[in-house]
């Protein structure tokens, strides 16, 4: 994007006026957590830069009573009332007139009462359910702002360039617990039983980053060592009565990972406390509100003894993540939401960093490979994508860019950067660009200065075309003739096929990472940057070669046919590093589904793999198996079994070498997740010794022997049961989620199991049952997520979608990217042009302006896999009969 095409989107943003902006906010809540309502009263200090005697500030869902001004400026007895208040819905406003004019170059203090109720809805300032220790229901009140929702906790100037102090006091009960972002100054008892609590006036911040909460509550505690400050920081878990030491794990991850921060970015952790929390109704993951992060419980808690291993490693990643926005998002923010991946993308990148720093037995880089880089790959390689800097101009569309493109390849981005500048001038960079930037906002264009005055290479040079260009580039390799070079050529890869001329204009910077058989240790420098250049590489001297050393850069690559047959030999020998083996395979399956090559190119390449040994090569195997088998679900029952039969002689094995049982009890993990996928990819391909097995522990598991599984087997089981079984199984694995005493990433393994059931019967009970109080409304996707794996019941599902679509409009009215959500799992994965249309007509005169980039990301799929089977059915049916199994 051109700038002045930047400084146009920053022209038509909606902002607030800026005649009057905010200093600092003195906050008083009183919420009543069995009336569900609270009432409050802001007094804001204002600075007035222009004569005016309007204001107007973000309010949603409240109700103002009254506004005033008092200032010195004014020269009145008494506050100045005013003269009229006016709420604007779609504008999420209020306007407040005054008789008088307000001089500019003055303060002035505006006070508001209002009144609010704790909402459901999972947004602004929000009741959630928990059970305590007796069993009894119970209430506590809680907060999620960002991205704009604190506007409906209290009036505010809700733009996160409009900083300022808080000063928060919670009038609540005697017995209950309050929390904000900073610590307690005092609490003193008022009538009624109730107590004022009041907290420490916060450093500058965005009103997005201001929290609290009030309930029953239990701590445990830890404290940095003050190595790095010589002041240790109390760190606390917070959780409703009986669950605190469930915090263990995250509390040891936070002390460790707070230190290791304040150390690499140079700067102190600023606050004097750090309170994390998990609350039980919690639509996003976590939020790194300053100084007291929100966690869904599953992302916070864990039982050493049952918890699995796949959880206990996301517990580690999200508490890293959250905690790196302590410094990249809330002591520098961006400077408006356009800039949201500087948040997000950043904090996935070094986020992975520090559990690879306290637990390097993880292999977290290799799963950053899948989980991230492919992530992104997928979704970007739509023309519905966006870029990771994408110009937001109105609150609607703020929320669609909370995805994979902002967080995964802003990730892979700041990835592929370090590695080619080098950690240590990296670091060095983000060091300048914090302290420059502390307590303030800051843009991309910001970070590049500071990690090009660090590195001495021009960064925003290059990576302006990786962060506001949409989409990515696949690199085409010939051979030169007489064997010494290689030409490569980039074009715009897109997942529907090749990029007409109009979509294929970027020419990016791609750092090659060449590598062979005689180089592997060396780094290239060579990079790509222009359409297309000859390198100098002697094919006729290696027995292989490879771009894209370790799978760093953002791009797909392919290569002659000698070359691949070559890189097959090589993975078939054990040749190649992990990381390169699943880009390698990646980038088959991809080049195959796109048509840049055949379907059946990507299966005798599979071949190569046949003695692979590790979970995170296997796991990019399995995405891309299943990926096949979605879009020739519905293809003949011959077709399928064909394809069942190719996993079998894939997965059976795995599970016959690996056991269903550890040898070791110090197992690594992540051979226990292998065996675990193992195990399911092979019962959910028939292979009836792993279902017979299955089965019979199955049994034994619910008549109470909890030996038979262990924590990671326990997910895969469930699925292959109920994939296999009928009303039985289905139940027993019910029953199970309903069962609060079970740990909560396994009661929840237990719900995304139960769509596996391919009983249409039971699937519709299972639709109904998704939309009652046994599933929190942040749950209801884990109860439909499988249901789209049996081609036979997408239709249920999507009749489902369009039947309670009024219901879950209303459901998530607050928070409409879970309509996204639910949108995807609903259509995603239909096949076929028609059924594409019919969709596309049935959202026509429906309001999606908050989702709409979902739907069309959606209907893109469904059209590009269209076009791949349509290319590759007979090429897919020729491979199996040349190749029966």
Avoid at 88 to 95: G, I, P, R
Avoid at 504 to 518: F, K
Avoid at 841 to 854: C, M, S
């Amino acid at each position: 994007m051109c700038t002045s095409a930047v400084h146009n989107a920053i022209e038509e943003r909606e902002l607030l006026p800026t005649n009057v902006t905010p200093v600092h906010y003195d906050l008083l809540l009183a919420p009543d957590l069995d009336a569900l309502a609270y009432t409050g009263e802001v007094q804001i200090r204002v600075r007035v830069n222009e004569p005016t005697d309007k204001i107007v500030l973000h309010a949603n869902e409240l109700e103002i009573q009254e506004a005033s001004l008092t200032s010195a400026a004014l020269q009145l007895d008494g506050p100045l009332r005013a003269t009229s208040i006016t709420l604007e819905k779609d504008d999420e406003t209020a306007h407040l007139a005054f008789s008088q004019l307000l001089p500019s170059s003055t303060e002035a203090t505006l006070t508001i009462k209002f009144g609010g109720i704790l909402n459901d809805l999972m947004v602004g300032f929000y009741r959630s359910k928990y059970t305590d220790a007796n069993g009894a229901a119970k209430n506590m009140a809680t907060t999620q702002f960002e991205p704009t929702d604190a506007r409906r906790a209290f009036p505010c100037w809700d733009e996160p360039m409009q900083k300022a102090t808080f000063a928060v006091t919670l009038r609540v009960r005697e017995n209950l617990t309050a929390l904000s972002n900073m610590d307690v100054s005092k609490s003193v008892p008022v009538d009624g039983g109730l107590k004022e609590v009041s907290f420490n006036t916060t450093p500058i911040m965005s009103t997005y980053l201001l929290a609290f909460v009030v309930g029953e509550l239990e701590y445990i505690e830890s404290y940095t060592s003050g190595a790095h400050n010589g002041r240790p920081i109390p760190c606390r878990i917070y959780t409703a009565p009986g669950k605190s030491e469930k915090g263990r794990f995250a509390l040891n991850v936070a002390v460790q990972v707070l230190e290791y921060f304040a150390d690499v970015f140079g700067i102190e952790y600023p606050l004097p406390k750090l309170d994390q929390i998990a609350i039980s109704d919690f639509e996003a993951g976590a939020m790194e509100n300053w100084g007291l992060i929100t966690y869904r419980e599953v992302a916070l808690l864990v039982d050493e003894a049952t918890t699995s291993s796949r959880a206990k490693q996301h517990v580690a990643y999200v508490v890293s993540h959250e905690l790196a926005h302590q410094w990249f998002g809330n002591l520098v923010t961006m400077e408006w939401w356009s800039e949201l991946w500087l948040n997000e993308g950043f904090a996935t990148w070094v986020g992975t960093l520090a559990v690879d720093h306290v637990y390097p037995e993880y292999h977290i880089w290799t799963q950053f490979l899948v989980d991230d880089l492919q992530r992104a790959l997928a979704l970007d390689a739509l023309r519905s994508s966006h870029p990771i800097q994408v110009p937001v101009r109105r609150s609607s569309e703020i929320s669609q860019i909370f995805d994979a493109i902002s967080y995964s390849k802003g990730g892979s981005a700041i990835r592929m950067l370090s590695s080619y500048i080098g950690l240590e001038s990296f670091f060095k960079g983000v060091r300048a660009y914090l302290r420059k930037h502390k307590y303030a906002n800051a843009s991309t264009e910001d970070l590049w200065m500071a990690l090009s005055e660090a590195s001495g290479v021009n960064v925003s040079q290059f990576m302006a075309l990786w962060t506001r260009t949409i989409g990515y580039p696949i690199l085409t390799v010939t051979e030169a003739e007489g064997g010494k070079q290689i030409r490569v050529r980039q074009n715009r890869y897109l997942s529907a096929g090749v990029a007409n001329e109009n979509e294929d204009e970027t020419v990016w910077w791609v750092p090659l990472g060449i590598e062979t058989s005689v180089s592997k240790d060396s780094h290239s420098t060579d990079v790509l940057t222009t359409r297309e250049a000859t390198f100098d590489l002697d094919v006729s001297s290696t027995k292989w070669y490879k771009l894209n050393r370790d799978t760093v850069g953002i791009y797909r690559v392919k290569y002659p046919a000698s070359a691949v047959a070559n890189l097959a030999r090589a993975i078939a020998n054990g040749e190649l590093s992990t990381n390169d083996r699943i880009g390698v395979i990646a980038d088959a399956a991809s080049l195959a589904s796109s048509g840049h090559s055949n379907t059946s190119d990507f299966l005798t390449f599979l071949r190569a793999y046949s003695n692979e040994t590790e979970f995170v090569a296997w796991q990019e195997i399995v995405l891309r198996i299943d990926a096949l088998k979605s879009v020739w679900a519905t293809e003949s029952e011959e077709t399928r079994e064909q394809l069942r039969a190719l996993c079998r002689t894939l997965f059976s094995p795995l599970v016959q070498r690996l056991t269903w049982d550890a040898i070791d009890a110090n197992e690594d993990s992540l051979v226990s997740r292998l065996r675990a996928l193992a195990i399911r990819a092979a019962g959910f391909a028939g292979d009836s010794e792993v279902i017979s097995e299955t089965n019979r522990r199955f049994q034994a598991f619910f008549a109470g022997d909890r030996s038979v599984f262990n924590t990671d087997t326990l997910r895969a089981a469930f699925a292959v049961a109920i994939r296999n079984g009928g009303r039985d199984e289905f139940e027993k694995v019910k029953s199970y989620y309903l069962d609060s005493a079970n740990p909560v990433d396994q009661q929840l393994a237990a719900l995304s199991s139960l769509g596996f059931t391919t009983d249409p019967a039971i699937v519709d009970e299972l639709l109904e049952f998704a939309l009652t109080d046994a599933v929190r409304n942040q749950d209801v996707h884990q109860a439909i997520v499988a249901i789209n794996t049996h081609g036979a019941n997408r239709e249920r599902l999507w009749q489902w979608y369009q039947d309670k679509y009024d219901l879950l409009v209303g459901r998530y009215r607050a928070s409409m990217n879970y309509m996204g959500i639910l949108v995807r799992l609903s259509i995603a994965e239909f096949v076929g042009n028609a059924k594409a249309d019919e969709v596309e007509l049935y959202f026509a005169d429906k309001n999606t302006a908050k989702f709409q980039r979902v739907i069309d990301q959606s209907l893109e799929k469904i059209r590009s896999n269209t076009v791949w089977l349509n290319k590759d059915r007979e090429d897919v049916e020729g491979w199996f009969a040349s190749n029966r199994l």
